[in-house]
T-cell receptor
Framework: RKEVEQDPGPFNVPEGATVAFNCTYS??????FFWYRQDCRKEPKLLMS???SGNEDGRFTAQLNRASQYISLLIRDSKLSDSATYLC?????????????FGTGTKLQVIP | DTAVSQTPKYLVTQMGNDKSIKCEQN?????MYWYKQDSKKFLKIMFS???????INETVPNRFSPKSPDKAHLNLHINSLELGDSAVYFC??????????????FGPGTRLTVL
């Protein structure tokens, strides 16, 4: 089983739609969780951190379920500019240093 | 005033050559990383340095040798380049890699093509 798994997509959705991505992780000792966004031929950039209580930033909502070891990202009222690859990132583990593991990414295409 | 910069942006070279990629961050961060993103877009960590000390070395062939002359710089030297080394290499930094919720800032990437 991969350490961090995502559905690669692509998810093709119309403007204004709501879309949700899930990500599962295998290491129960993982401590922190993030969603990064990567535009085509660009570097990844932090979209939002994911906290145990869940958190929201405008149209974006992130949830963490430690018992089932998955995180989710919900995008409401999709915009054309949301088209990108969304990377799930898991950090932590046992031992002295926090390892960072990226998922393979989920591609989103918002269609006019 | 780019936060994390890498040079060169593009690198095309022949198999067997030796090449270096440079990375610099002006954020005052303690931790720097090298990632490889292959043709399937999978981003995999290669190395991590904290205050010039190697922290993570993820089963990378020893043809790859990172060097951190100071905590603002992390360079990557690759010996005897192979076709499979073709990828985009990203440098990144974070304030303190040991802290849980620490954002990583990525450089623009170096697109390496080995012919």
């Amino acid at each position: 089983r991969k350490e961090v798994e995502q559905d690669p997509g692509p998810f093709n959705v119309p403007e204004g739609a709501t879309v949700a991505f899930n990500c599962t992780y295998s290491n129960s000792a993982s401590q922190s969780f993030f969603w990064y966004r990567q535009d085509c031929r660009k570097e990844p950039k932090l979209l939002m951190s994911v906290y145990s209580s869940g958190n929201e930033d405008g149209r974006f909502t992130a949830q963490l379920n430690r018992a089932s070891q998955y995180i989710s990202l919900l995008i409401r009222d999709s915009k054309l500019s949301d088209s990108a690859t969304y990377l799930c990132v898991v950090k932590g583990g046992s031992g002295g240093y926090q390892k960072v593991t990226f998922g393979t990414g989920t591609k989103l295409q918002v269609i006019p | 005033d780019t936060a994390v910069s890498q040079t060169p942006k593009y690198l095309v070279t022949q198999m067997g050559n030796d090449k270096s990629i440079k990375c610099e961050q002006n954020l005052g961060h303690d931790t720097m990383y090298w990632y490889k993103q292959d043709s399937k877009k999978f981003l995999k960590i290669m190395f991590s340095y904290n205050n010039k000390e190697l922290i993570i070395n993820e089963t990378v062939p020893n043809r790859f040798s990172p060097k951190s002359p100071d905590k603002a710089h992390l360079n990557l030297h690759i010996n005897s380049l192979e076709l499979g080394d073709s990828a985009v290499y990203f440098c990144a930094s974070s304030q303190d890699g040991n802290r849980a919720y620490n954002e990583q800032f990525f450089g623009p990437g170096t697109r390496l093509t080995v012919l």
